[in-house]
């Protein structure tokens, strides 16, 4: 299993799409190089304002742009830190996209 974390793995972008906002949406597109059902990503919650989240949601893209939800896979929040570990198909090529619910 393969760590991608954001701002530090190539291709793991993360985006706070709402800075003004207490409560935070951040997007992170998840590099083609990532092996659904196998890999994790960890997000420094903290670069974004937010310690917690309240919710979570993960896109595996099958073929450019088409996706289907890939499950909720595992999440846990330790010290602002979100990791994800996925579930989905290992034969994804593409990438896909995750989306954090955070707050303070």
């Given at each position: 299993m393969a760590d991608f974390t954001d701002g530090t793995t190539a291709g793991v972008v993360t985006t706070d799409v709402i800075p003004a906002l207490s409560n935070k949406m951040i997007q992170?597109?998840?590099p083609a190089t990532f092996v659904w059902g196998t890999?994790?990503?960890i997000v420094d919650l903290t670069k974004y304002?937010?310690?917690n989240i309240s919710g979570f949601v993960a896109f595996e893209e099958t073929t450019a742009g088409s996706i289907i939800v890939a499950?909720?896979?595992t999440t846990s929040v330790t010290t602002?830190?979100?990791?994800?570990?996925s579930t989905g198909s290992a034969a994804n090529t593409v990438g896909g996209t995750l989306i954090i619910f955070g707050y303070a």
């Open positions: 992170v597109r998840v890999d994790s990503i304002g937010c310690r499950g909720t896979g602002g830190t979100l990791t994800y570990v």
